[in-house]
């Protein structure tokens, strides 16, 4: 008679294959089985996929998480009309930038757009530093208002190297004014700028 080996009874490296292969929920369920099993499930390497919603200022705290240190997705929710949690009148936004500055991975943050006038009080390079590791990013009018120290600092940072991939311009009376070699060295590092200008 054949003996069985229990799945625990693997060795590590043929566990996390095994563990690899499970699809999301499974992989959610599969941390709640045994300590040994979450100490491997919480590997940041199997959470890549996920894409973390942020919906009041406590869920913040998600992102400091070890599993989702390798995070790449972030959807932001309840925007300019709606500052019920906080993310726009007490600091709320610069808590987000600096979690989000913690996970370098980060590439994109869906909702940013639509907060209108909360970047306002981020710190200038955290902003900068955030907002030019995305793939996606669009400023102006009724996206992402920065102030104008804050969007001469992120064109500077465009200017040397980027991230972002498709810029869209909207309206923004500080672009309007920007020093034209600057705004060019920036636009020469994007690959794809849309920009629809209105002198203000």
Not at 50 to 66: F, G, H, M, P, Y
Not at 133 to 162: C, H, M, P, S, W
Request: glycine residues 4%.
């Amino acid at each position: 008679m054949e003996s069985q080996v229990h799945i625990d009874d693997l060795p590590l490296e043929i566990f996390v294959c095994v563990i690899k292969l499970l699809p999301p929920q499974d992989l959610k369920a599969a941390a709640l089985v045994s300590r040994r099993w979450m100490e491997v499930v919480e590997d940041p390497r199997f959470w890549t996929w996920a894409v973390v919603t942020i919906d009041t200022e406590e869920s913040i705290q998600k992102l400091n998480k070890r599993r989702l240190q390798l995070l790449q997705d972030i959807k932001v929710t309840h925007g300019c009309g709606d500052h019920s949690w906080g993310m726009g009148l007490d600091g709320g936004m610069t808590k987000l930038f600096k979690a989000v500055d913690e996970i370098p991975s980060v590439s994109l943050i869906h909702g940013l757009q639509g907060w209108c006038k909360c970047f306002c009080s981020v710190e200038p390079n955290l902003v900068v530093r955030v907002l030019n590791r995305l793939k996606v990013l669009y400023l102006g009018a009724n996206d992402i208002q920065l102030t104008r120290e804050q969007l001469e600092l992120l064109f500077n940072a465009f200017a040397e190297n980027t991230s972002v991939e498709l810029l869209l311009v909207i309206r923004d009376p500080f672009i309007s004014k920007m020093n034209p070699e600057l705004f060019g060295a920036a636009i020469s590092n994007v690959v794809e700028e849309t920009s629809d200008y209105e002198c203000v």
